[in-house]
């Protein structure tokens, strides 16, 4: 509501009388001199007039611009990026190694080398990074925490070194893809590379562990880490393939776009769990179905 005097101004008379000064503001000159308003108004055309409109910038330019971010970028990811990282992954996941959780996660890790035996090894830790450009990648299998006896874990979930023997959910995968892809025999090895470099991430949520100390390293930061991994797919490609296996996958994959990807849940393939609906699930040529749909290369899983 507006006061009583401010109503009251509204109809006081104005006085008939008026300074010179104010006489000259309202005519067009005073004195050969220039009214307020309008030096106002010439101040103001002259301001424009005197603006600086930058050209466009060249292409040439642009690409210097584009050019000197990537090596800015390139800097950044060699003083952060741990060893063994390809790429196209360190490029993408950058801003990961230097928040503070990652920072934490590096110093646990390095001081767990330090007192035990940390498997896998450093520069296999991010084996899944060196196998395939992120961009390439079609399908994702995701475990849960590496293998902890001595040559087992080497960056792939399910996969072990040669020449050890697959593992017993391993060996169920195994028996599975015999019932489900024509002319698949057991390789006689557990080393799942040849997957990982068509496009299979074989990714865990733990990447490190304690020899002979299951889960050692969770709730450390890694699952934090491999949280944004997942995330970057989802958001970043389409058409991707995501068998998640038991509830501890499917708890983590539960963010996934269901109309951009392709989800297959079962349980695990352990030897507890895969007779309660792994073996017969047939996600093996449900996957390469589903990439030759989109026009995609299906997975040669015989190729191992």
Same mark, same amino acid.
Request: charged share 20%; aromatic share 10%.
């Given at each position: ?136 990648? &079609?399908?994702?299998?995701?475990? %849960?925490?590496?293998?902890?006896? /001595?040559?087992? @874990? *080497?960056?792939?979930? $399910? ?99 269901? &109309?951009?990807?392709?989800?297959? %849940?079962?349980?695990?393939?352990? /030897?507890?769990? @895969? *007779?309660?609906?792994? $073996? ?25």
């Amino acid at each position: 509501m507006i006061g009583q005097k401010n109503i009251n101004s509204f109809f006081t008379p104005v006085s008939k009388k008026r300074s010179a000064s104010e006489a000259c503001a309202g005519a067009d000159g005073c004195n050969g001199e220039t009214t307020p308003v309008k030096r106002t108004r010439q101040s103001e055309e002259e301001d424009e007039s005197q603006k600086v409109v930058s050209p466009p910038l060249s292409p040439e330019q642009l690409d210097r611009i584009e050019r000197n971010k990537a090596a800015a970028l390139q800097k950044l990811a060699a003083r952060y990026a741990p060893e063994g990282v390809g790429e196209s992954w360190r490029q993408e996941l950058l801003a990961q190694f230097t928040k503070p959780y990652f920072v934490k996660l590096t110093s646990f890790t390095s001081e767990e080398r330090k007192r035990y035996t940390v498997y896998p090894p450093p520069h296999q830790v991010f084996t899944w990074t060196q196998m395939c450009n992120i961009r390439d990648v &079609k399908v994702v299998i995701l475990g %849960q925490d590496p293998y902890h006896g /001595p040559n087992q @874990a *080497h960056g792939l979930c $399910f996969s072990v070194q040669k020449p050890v023997p697959p593992p017993p959910s391993l060996k169920n995968m195994y028996k599975e893809l015999q019932t489900d892809i024509e002319g698949f025999v057991h390789p006689g090895h557990g080393d799942l590379t040849g997957w990982a470099k068509q496009g299979v991430l074989l990714l865990n949520a733990v990447l490190t562990v304690r020899a002979h100390n299951a889960n050692s390293h969770k709730d450390q930061g890694w699952e934090q880490f491999t949280d944004s991994v997942v995330f970057w797919l989802n958001k970043n490609l389409d058409g991707l393939v995501f068998m998640l296996w038991g509830a501890y996958a499917q708890k983590k994959g539960i963010g996934i776009n269901r &109309k951009r990807h392709r989800v297959l %849940q079962t349980v695990h393939p352990s /030897p507890l769990s @895969a *007779h309660r609906g792994f $073996f017969g699930c047939r996600h093996f040529s449900k996957t390469n179905s589903y990439l030759q749909d989109l026009g995609k290369e299906p997975i040669d899983w015989k190729a191992l």
